[in-house]
């Protein structure tokens, strides 16, 4: 028999009982406060694994098509939001063939070397440092690469060394509350804990954190209970916090992601996309050696819709020429929208330029259907320019600067047509360019002068009026006719600014010739641009009044097609300059939509025939058949009749004989300085006519 250790002899059973609780419940205490650390790290390091392989998956879906098409600056881009994930230290991208597609480095001088496992399983390995986690990446269920994420255990131990220094003063406050009791309450505190051990075990084999431990016993075990409940809720209340944000950062992504490449409008890639993509494509193409078209789309006419029938109906519109544009391209080309009605088509790897021809040509027939917004039938075309990497340009900007002169040109051809770039129409962009920056600069070195060519009375022979003529006197190109300027006045809104300094430079001299006795009446040609201003028949009547001319001998002529598309503030301030006495006439008549009713619905009181149906008078019927019914529809409505273009004095005789009233040519005169008219107007021209 065992000799009884010494130290048992020496205390009571009161107190050997109490130093038996004690050891007891230290030692359950203990244990349990083990057990729950050793959740505590398998939670710890779970939610490590899960929040690893979320980044892993992220990373997995939205590199997937960066691997397929080969843009490593878009997957390195899409590691680089890795930065933000502090544990994570390295990632890498692998493509199908194991080869190291992008990397991340949150150190620059760290050296990571694997094999990157490979299949459609995701794994991991952790050492005392380091957790290595591999994601496959998969699109449409095949096997594109692999990603690896490699995270530092660094935040793994704070929590622990955390969850140990809230525990330990737990456990000691606990064996002193212990020591404290008598053994009697033995059985009382040893049940409960059994019961929180239980608890404990069923969390960790079934992760149901919503348990919670309801226990009624003294005052220690219940707040022994009570902090492993709050234990419990921090940990249901970080699995809860980690899934939002998971959540919330997919969605977060998604939106920014929808920002940064779509059009929201139309649902196409926008501008951004399109800038990233045609670089991408025409890097792409240097490296196969292929072919590269870009299509730059204006369309036609879009901005009458819009102003006329609302923001609604054009975003409405640009939805539906949008679709047709999606439906027409291939399968891999990309269309985008890049701005108001202007949209872009990348056509990649075309072998042939007839493959871009026949896209256009599909573009053009698609949007020329009609298309019904809101019990309207709507009509848009398209003007398409088409520019060709790298037989026209090597990069990005230089192509869509060709794409857009084709467009032009297409434009400016008749619309709804499209046009392939060719180097003779950059050198022609270069001119304007040119031809523009002088034209800007051409007013404020008073380089326009005003020619004026005489019309004659048919009955008197003298000369009673004048049109105005303006003239462009460069200092190194010499005279420069408007033909070649007025189109770009029009285009760059600098006819509005040129019109108003052609009438009151007019009615100056018309107002010396009044003031020299001769009562000539004068006709200035306007724009449509300038019918447009708003403040265009207030201007024009402070001009009447600045110069003192009387109103009726100021005449405005306008063109067919202005007072076809002219709208109704349009017509009212043609009656107002009416009401206000200045003469309307039609210019070039005959060459439009020349029509008896909108004639009548206008405040015209001249038409002007035009010199193509002068040109082979007498001698062309067609010409004198037409020339004639001008003639006739104008007396009926009660209007003056003018021929432009006379040359001969058979086709003077001609128009007198079917009652032309005046005269207007080079058989008479050709465009001359105001002081040429002065020194003609005392003579007649009565013998020249007969």
Same mark, same amino acid.
């Given at each position: ?18 130093i038996?609780?004690?050891?007891t419940?230290?030692?359950?205490i203990l ?5 729950l ?5 398998y939670l710890?390091?779970?939610s ?9 998956k992220?990373v997995? *879906?939205?590199i997937?098509?960066?691997?397929? #098409?080969?843009?490593?600056?878009a997957?390195?881009d899409?590691?680089a939001?890795?930065?933000?994930a502090?544990?994570?230290?390295f990632a890498?991208?692998?493509?199908n063939n194991n080869n ?8 620059p001088n760290?050296v #990571?070397k ?6 459609l399983?995701?794994?991991y ?6 957790l290595f986690?591999h994601?496959?990446?998969v699109l449409?269920?095949n096997l594109?690469?692999a ?5 530092e255990?660094?935040?793994f131990?704070?929590? +622990?060394?955390?969850?140990?220094l809230?525990t ?5 406050? +606990?064996l ?7 053994s009697r309450?033995q059985?009382?505190?040893m049940e ?22 309801e ?16 234990m419990?809720?921090?940990i249901?209340?970080?699995e809860t916090d980690?899934q ?5 950062r997919?969605?977060?992504q998604v939106k920014?992601d929808?920002?940064?490449h ?5 649902g196409?890639n ?11 494509v025409?890097?792409r193409? *240097? ?9 730059f789309?204006?369309l036609d006419?879009?901005?009458?819709v819009?102003?006329?029938l ?12 949008a679709?047709r544009?999606?439906?027409?391209v291939r399968?891999g080309?990309v269309?985008c929208r890049?701005?108001g009605d ?5 056509l990649e790897?075309v072998?042939?330029l007839?493959v871009?021809?026949?896209i256009?040509?599909k573009c ?11 019990g309207n039938?709507l009509?848009?075309g398209a003007s398409?320019?088409v ?11 230089s192509l ?11 434009k400016?051809?008749?619309?709804n047509?499209?046009r392939l770039f060719e180097?003779s129409?950059q ?6 360019f ?10 404020e070195r ?17 000369i ?8 462009? +006197?460069h200092?190194?190109?010499g005279?420069?006719?408007?033909a070649e300027?007025?189109?770009i006045a029009?285009?760059t ?9 052609v009438?009151q430079e007019a ?7 009044h003031?020299? /006795?001769?009562?000539l009446?004068?006709?200035?040609n306007l724009?449509?641009?300038?019918l ?6 207030k201007?024009?009547?402070?001009? +009447?009044?600045?110069? /003192? ?5 100021l005449?405005?002529e306008l063109?067919?097609?202005?007072l076809?598309e002219?709208s109704?503030g349009?017509i ?13 006439a ?5 060459? /439009?939509?020349?029509?008896m ?6 405040p015209?009181t001249?038409l ?9 008078l007498?001698?062309n019927?067609?010409?004198a058949a037409?020339?004639?019914a001008?003639i006739a529809m104008a007396?009926s409505l009660r ?6 273009g006379?040359e ?5 005789d #001609?128009l007198?004989?079917h ?9 008479y ?6 002081e040429?008219i002065r ?5 007649s021209?009565?013998?020249r006519?007969?």
């Open positions: 028999m065992k000799p009884t250790p010494e130290w048992t002899s020496k205390h009571t059973l009161s107190s050997k009982l109490k038996a609780n004690l050891v419940s230290g030692t359950v244990l349990s406060t083990i057990f650390l050793g959740i505590q790290i710890f390091t779970s490590l694994v899960r929040q690893t392989e979320t980044q892993a992220m997995s *879906e939205n997937s098509a960066a691997i397929v #098409f080969g843009d490593k600056k997957a390195t899409i590691l939001t890795l930065h933000a502090s544990e994570i230290k890498a991208v692998y493509d190291e597609f992008a990397t991340f480095s949150r150190d760290y #990571f694997s094999d990157s496992p490979r299949g399983q995701n794994s390995s952790i050492s005392l440092r380091h986690f994601y496959p990446i449409n269920q594109v690469g990603v690896v994420l490699h995270t255990m660094t935040g131990y704070k929590q +622990v060394i955390l969850y140990l809230v330990i003063p737990v456990m000691i406050g +606990v002193a509350i212990a020591n404290l009791m008598l309450l059985r009382s505190i409960p804990i059994v019961m929180l051990s239980e608890i404990s075990k069923n969390i960790s084999e079934y992760g149901d954190y919503s348990v919670r431990a226990i009624k016993s003294s005052q220690d075990i219940m707040a022994l209970a009570d902090a492993f409940n709050g419990l809720n921090r249901q209340k970080r980690l939002a944000e998971i959540l919330e997919k969605r977060v920014l929808r920002l940064a779509y059009d929201n409008v139309t196409l926008n501008r951004h996309f399109f800038n990233d993509r045609l670089e991408s025409i890097t193409s *240097e490296k196969f050696m292929e072919k590269t078209v870009l299509m789309i204006d006419n879009f901005k009458t819009n102003d006329t609302g923001h609604d109906v054009g975003d409405k519109l640009l939805q539906l020429v679709e544009l999606a439906n027409t399968f080309d269309a890049i701005g202007e949209f872009a088509i990348i790897n072998s042939e007839s871009a021809s026949m256009a040509e053009l027939a698609a949007l020329a259907q009609p298309i019904e917004i809101s039938e009509h848009i398409i320019g520019s060709v990497y790298p037989d026209d340009a090597q990069d990005k900007y869509l600067k060709y794409a857009d002169t084709a467009m032009y040109y297409a400016n051809g008749g619309k047509a499209y180097q129409m050198e022609n962009a270069q001119k304007r040119t031809m523009e920056n002088n034209l800007r600069r051409a007013m008073e380089e326009f002068v005003l020619h004026y060519q005489p019309q004659i009375d048919v009955t008197s022979g003298q009673s009026g004048v049109e105005a003529l303006i003239r462009w +006197v200092p190194e190109l005279i420069i006719t408007p300027f007025i189109p029009e285009d809104g600098l006819i509005v600014e040129i019109g108003e300094w009438i009615c100056l001299e018309m107002k010396r010739w003031e020299d /006795g001769h009562k009446r004068v006709a200035v724009s449509g641009r300038q447009k201003e708003r403040d265009f028949v201007n024009v009547l402070a001009i +009447v009044e600045k110069t /003192g001319i009387e109103p009726e001998y005449e405005l063109t067919e097609s202005m076809m002219a109704a349009i009212e301030k043609l009656f107002d300059l009416k009401a206000a006495g200045i003469q309307l039609i210019d070039d008549f005959g060459t /439009g939509y020349s029509s009713s909108y004639l009548k619905a206008f015209v001249c002007k025939v035009d010199r193509s149906f002068i040109r082979d007498p001698q019927t067609e010409d037409i020339t004639k001008i007396k209007m003056k009749v003018v021929a432009e006379i001969n004095v058979e086709q003077g #001609f007198r004989e009652g032309c009233d005046e005269y207007q040519g080079y058989f005169s050709k465009p001359v300085l105001a040429e020194k003609m107007l005392p003579k021209l009565v013998s006519v007969a």
